[in-house]
C-alpha cells in the first residue's frame, strides 16, 4: 500500500492486495489490530447540515457530513440526509478500529481518512502544494475554489470532460477552459445554463477523455467503479474532495492522476482566508 496506510503498517505487502476502498479500510482494520492496547481514539464525532444558495444561480446545494477528529486532523465524509443520526455523537470516544466496522460507510470512510490524515497531514506531505483561497463572499470562494479544481487536469479545447458531482460554477470554470463538459449528478437536473445532467455515471465515463468527481463518491461506494474505468480506459481522473481527501490520496498514481483536498473546516465555513491542499496537478494551477 502506498501512502500512510504503508508507513502505518511497516513492511505490510498490502501493496499488491488493497484494490479498493473497502480493502484500505480492512487493512488498516488488521493493522491496528496487531498493536495492542484500544489504540487511536475517535476523540469528536458530529454532523454537519448546511446549504448554500450563490448570487450566481438559483441551485440549492444541500450537504451533510460525518466528521470525526483523531488526534490532530479531522476526516469527513457526506452523505445523505436520511443516513444522519441523532446519536452520532455518541460515537465520540470510541475506539478507530472499533468505528472502522460501523455499519454505516460513511461513518467508516470519516473515521479513515481522520486516521490517515493524522498520520501524515496534508499541510506538511511533500506531494502536495498549498491554494490559498481567498477571503470573500461565497460566490468569490466558490469561483476561486473551483478554478483551482478546474485546473487538476490539463484541458484541451473540445475536451469531453465528465463531472461527477456537479456545482454551477465548477462547469464554468471547465467551460472557460475549453471542455465539453459532461456533468453527471443524482440530485440535479440541468446547470444553470440549461445543460442536462445525467444520472448515468457509465453513460458519462464511456464518453468522456477526461473525468474530475467529487470525494462522495467514496463515501457512497462508486468511487473505485470511476477509478477502474479510468484506468481500463487510460483516461485522467481528478479528484476534488471534502469527503475524504486522505483516503482518495491513498490512490494517487493508481487511477487517481491528482487531487485537491480540502479539510475541516471546509471553505463554506469561512469567510477568511482558507487552503486547498493540491497532489499530481501541473505547477500554475488555481491561477
Known sequence: ?????????????????????????????????????TGPIARSVFAVQHGTRLASGSALYRYQYVLVRVEG???GCALEAHELDPALPELSGRPV???????????????LD????????????????AVVLPAG?????????????????PIREGQRVALIGVVNPLVGALRERGARVLPCDLAMTE????????????????????VIATG???????????????????IPLGVYAQ???????????????????????????SAEPTALHVYGAPEGSGR
Request: aromatic fraction near 6%; include cysteine; glycine fraction near 10%.
Open 114 to 129: 481522520a486516521w490517515l490524515a493524522a498520520r501524515r497531514p496534508h499541510r506538511t506531505d511533500p506531494g502536495a502544494r
Open 243 to 269: 469527503s475524504a481527501p486522505a483516503v482518495a490520496r491513498e490512490f494517487l498514481g493508481r487511477g487517481v492522476t491528482a487531487l485537491s483536498a480540502e479539510q475541516f473546516p471546509f471553505s463554506q465555513f
Open 73 to 75: 486532523a479531522f476526516g
Open 137 to 153: 463572499t461565497p460566490d468569490e470562494r466558490a469561483q476561486a475554489r473551483d478554478a483551482a479544481v478546474a485546473d487538476l487536469l
Open 191 to 210: 446547470t444553470q445554463w440549461g445543460e442536462p445532467v445525467s444520472h448515468d455515471m457509465h453513460e458519462v465515463l464511456g464518453e468522456a477523455d477526461a
Open 216 to 234: 462522495m463518491t467514496i463515501g457512497n461506494g462508486t468511487f473505485d467503479a470511476i477509478r477502474r474505468r479510468c484506468l481500463d480506459r487510460g
Open 1 to 37: 500500500m502506498s501512502g500512510a496506510a504503508g508507513q502505518a503498517a511497516a513492511g505490510s505487502a498490502a501493496s499488491s492486495t488493497t484494490h479498493s476502498v473497502a480493502d484500505l479500510i480492512a487493512t488498516v482494520h488488521e493493522h491496528l489490530g496487531t498493536q495492542g492496547g
Open 97 to 111: 478500529r472499533e468505528l472502522l466496522e460501523h455499519p454505516s460507510l460513511p461513518v467508516r470512510t470519516a473515521v
